[in-house]
Every structure is written in structure tokens, then in C-alpha cells.
């Protein structure tokens, strides 16, 4: 399987489609937030 990731933050979509794999976006979490915050920024 072979994948790509962005450093652009945002949610992922999979699919059966193996595009879907890239250009994968992530969230940035530090040691310092919670998870109560990370969950605001998925919303």
C-alpha cells in the first residue's frame, strides 16, 4: 500500500478508490492540547 500525507489539516475520506490514499490531510496535536479541543477542530 503506498500512501501520501499534506501538511494541510484536514479530514480524510476513504474510499475503495486507491486515490483516496493520497494527498492525506493531518491534524496537528501537540503535547499541550486536549482531546475536547481536537475534537472542536474535526467538527
Known sequence: MQAT????EHANRLARSPEC???MGRFERTGFMTTARLLEKLE
Open 5 to 8: 500525507m499534506t501538511s494541510e
Open 21 to 23: 490514499l493520497f494527498g
